[in-house]
């Protein structure tokens, strides 16, 4: 048995890291030269493992169920090892490899995206690691928490992207093929949602998450370079402040590792049926905001040389 798939679909988690952090350079050059059809798999509340084995029971059991046994026959489900060690909380790398099954088998599994049964709560990704919708969290503004808000703040992101040039020339300066359009359906699928955070027991904070519906076709590390320079502008107001990024913390869910939201507030553990673990299980102050950098993610992950900000509203570095 597993947890039905809710009405509109999973939500779908926002990695902020590539599936191949910290991942060994020997992996990083064999993996991808495997035969066939692959994918990730990752566990809830996911971390490095130097003994595996258990965990690999699990998926293998969970996927042999979801496309049957004949198709699971020649399943694999391979370990990674780790680069580094790394100092931080449920550390990397998450991600297991799915091969040896038929193309439908896998596509099954990527339509599903999520599994969560009583022996192991899983998340399948394409090998070809999709770009997050999600670019980055606006703070400061006074406004009142409604969705009239939410379509307001969308407008300022727009009419900002719109008066900073540089941030529109990246799209077309990186894109793989001309497409004098590309920049203005990123922009036109500006959404917003926000989050309210308890900073204590008496005191919230709402802030706005910026998603792109139809990011740029940019490579992983283009799109958070991109982001990036999107976090250097103002977004003004004229009645409610102005909007920053956040910038000295960056969200991530110690649950589904995605970087849009903090631990507390993640959807999987509120889905009916949801088998993984509850959120009260491991964080006690569960609409807080996890105060950690995201350890080479995130912001300045792939900064390189674009510490630019556009023309107008700039903050700078």
């Not at 509340?45 to 059991?61: D, H, I, P």
Request: hydrophobic share 35%; with cysteine.
């Amino acid at each position: 048995k597993i947890t039905a798939t809710p009405a509109g679909g999973f939500p779908i988690p926002q990695l902020g890291q590539s599936t191949w952090r910290n991942v060994s350079l020997v992996l990083k050059e064999k993996w991808p030269q495997k035969e066939g059809a692959k994918a990730w798999v990752r566990t809830y509340r996911a971390k490095y493992e130097t003994n595996a084995q258990g965990t690999v029971a699990k998926l293998k059991s969970a996927i042999t169920m979801i496309i049957g046994k004949s198709d699971a026959e020649h399943l694999v489900v391979s370990t990674p090892t780790a680069e580094i060690e790394l100092v931080e909380r449920l550390p990397p790398p998450w991600h297991f490899l799915i091969s040896g099954i038929p193309p439908e088998a896998l596509e099954r599994l990527l339509r599903l995206r999520v599994c969560s049964s009583a022996e192991v709560s899983c998340f399948f990704v394409p090998f070809e690691q999709p770009l997050p919708t999600y670019a980055f969290t606006l703070e400061n503004f006074s406004f009142p928490d409604s969705e009239a808000t939410n379509r307001e703040i969308a407008e300022i992101v727009k009419e900002t992207i719109r008066s900073n040039p540089d941030v529109l020339q990246y799209i077309h300066d990186n894109i793989p093929h001309p497409d004098a359009e590309a920049a203005l359906r990123t922009l036109k699928s500006v959404r917003v949602s926000s989050l309210s955070l308890a900073l204590s027991r008496s005191v919230k904070e709402t802030v706005w998450n910026i998603y792109f519906d139809s990011p740029p076709a940019l490579t992983l590390k283009q799109y958070f370079d991109w982001t990036n320079l999107l976090r250097t502008l103002f977004y003004i107001s004229e009645d409610y402040g102005y909007g920053t990024a956040r910038q000295d913390a960056q969200f991530i869910c110690m649950g589904c590792k995605s970087f849009d939201h903090p631990t507390g507030l993640c959807p999987f553990p509120k889905l009916p049926g949801w088998f993984g673990p509850s959120v009260s299980e491991n964080d006690t102050t569960n609409t807080t905001l996890d105060n950690r950098s995201m350890n080479g993610h995130g912001r300045g992950a792939f900064r390189g040389n674009m510490s630019r900000g556009g023309r107008g509203h700039s903050r700078g570095s």
